[in-house]
């Protein structure tokens, strides 16, 4: 587990100038940016299109290589394997094999971390039921709409039970059911202690589940902090209470006026509930109905791999660990290869004979490997054989010539 002091994210006076093709700078995505995310914390990045988000997100994951500064996950560098097996990654769009359906897809991003078969089915079954995809779990991913293709993403994003989470515009293409139960699911994985790092256009969402956020421009950090000491106005005062009448509203005016000389700024009126409330509610109504639907269901509770404590977990990657030697045991008794075995000798007489006797043995039928091999004969005396034989030949083909003339 991560020490609570531990910066997760750490980047500093981080550069990324993209060139063209002859090496001139063209785009300073990124200027000097130093951020710091801590453990256990759920961190927002914000900023207008082009502000230089994807591209710090790209430079945390080590997908990019900075052009000045440096990028510490952990403590080291993005590019080191062993720290990616701690991140989890939900890209803006879930580009995954439209052959392979949910449950097929799950199991190959298992398979890429080396779980174990148990662990792994156990955690494609909590995993698929936690983003409501049951009825889907056979179904070609190809076939899913954008927002049952962005959960089975973040499913995948979830399949290593990360100690960091990344996720990249994570209600984009959501229902607003899909959107509240991941709000719900990143409480849950902060309580657990991970953490999250998220990048998005909606302001509500960072501003209902953020601690801290940063707003770049430019490629730089305008603004950071916690949010709510960057939303709080000290300078106007908030007052809830029940319906009033009348008559009491304005003795508030009048108190007012009395402290403040004016009252221009009071505003009384009812409260209006929140749009998301309001359709979470007409939705919940319709399945204690009992409605069917084609489309996603309302997802589970949080995986319970995810939802784990401290020493389940630490207990759970010790099994992963054993397993793991096992299985790199299998494999090398797999990949071992068989000891060379010695070449059996050339039979040098027995080809020396062969050119002797013109091969006149070797042509014999119903000759066996226990027919006796022919005297062996001096190097020297078939050389000179050959070549009488050659000289002979030549001078047949001369006396020819000689009569054709």
């Not at 298992?110 to 049951?134: C, K, P, S, T």
């Not at 221009?264 to 409260?271: A, E, F, K, L, Y």
């Not at 109504?285 to 639907?293: D, G, N, P």
């Amino acid at each position: 587990m991560a020490d609570k002091n531990e910066n997760v994210i750490q980047l500093v006076e981080l550069s990324k100038i993209y060139k063209d093709f002859w090496g001139r700078a063209r785009v300073k995505a990124l200027d000097g940016l130093n951020l710091e995310v801590k453990q256990g914390e759920v961190f927002g990045l914000l900023g207008p299109n082009g502000s230089g988000k994807t591209t710090a997100v790209r430079l945390i994951l080590g997908l990019l290589f900075p052009t000045k500064g440096a990028v510490r996950i952990f403590g080291k560098s993005p590019r080191n394997v062993k720290i990616k097996k701690r991140v989890g990654y939900m890209p803006e769009e879930s580009n995954l094999y439209e052959y392979l359906n949910a449950e097929e897809t799950l199991d190959f991003f298992g398979r890429l971390f080396r779980l174990d078969g148990e662990v792994r089915q156990h955690r494609v079954d909590a995993l698929i039921d936690m983003v409501g995809l049951q009825r889907a779990r056979r179904r070609p991913v190809g076939e899913f709409s954008k927002g049952m293709a962005r959960r089975i993403g973040l499913a995948q994003a979830l399949i290593n039970d990360p100690d960091l989470l990344i996720l990249d515009e994570p209600t984009t293409g959501l229902d607003p059911i899909g959107g509240h139960e991941i709000k719900d699911l990143i409480s849950t994985l902060k309580e657990r202690g991970k953490t999250i790092f998220i990048c998005s256009h909606l302001l509500a969402d960072v501003e209902e589940i953020c601690d801290r956020i940063c707003i770049l421009y430019g490629g730089k950090n305008r603004s950071m902090g916690e949010v709510r000491d960057l939303l709080t106005e000290g300078e106007v005062t908030e007052i809830r209470a029940p319906r009033l009448p009348e008559a009491v509203v304005e003795k508030l005016r009048q108190i007012i006026r009395e402290h403040a000389g004016d009252d221009s700024q009071v505003q009384v009126g009812s409260p209006s509930r929140r749009l998301e409330e309001y359709f979470l509610d007409v939705v919940k109504q319709a399945r204690r109905e009992k409605l069917t639907t084609a489309g996603a269901e309302a997802g589970g509770e949080a995986a319970d791999f995810l939802a784990r404590g401290e020493e389940d977990g630490e207990k759970l990657v010790e099994e992963l660990v054993s397993a793991g030697k096992e299985e790199e045991g299998k494999e090398e008794e797999e990949t071992k290869e068989p000891e060379p075995q010695e070449a059996a000798p050339a039979h040098d007489e027995r080809m020396l004979s062969d050119l002797v006797t013109g091969g006149e043995e070797s042509e014999k039928e119903g000759a066996t490997d226990e027919e006796e091999e022919a005297e062996p004969v001096e190097p020297e005396e078939v050389r000179k054989d050959i070549i009488e034989q050659l000289e002979g030949r030549e001078e047949d083909q001369q006396d020819e010539q000689d009569k054709d003339e």
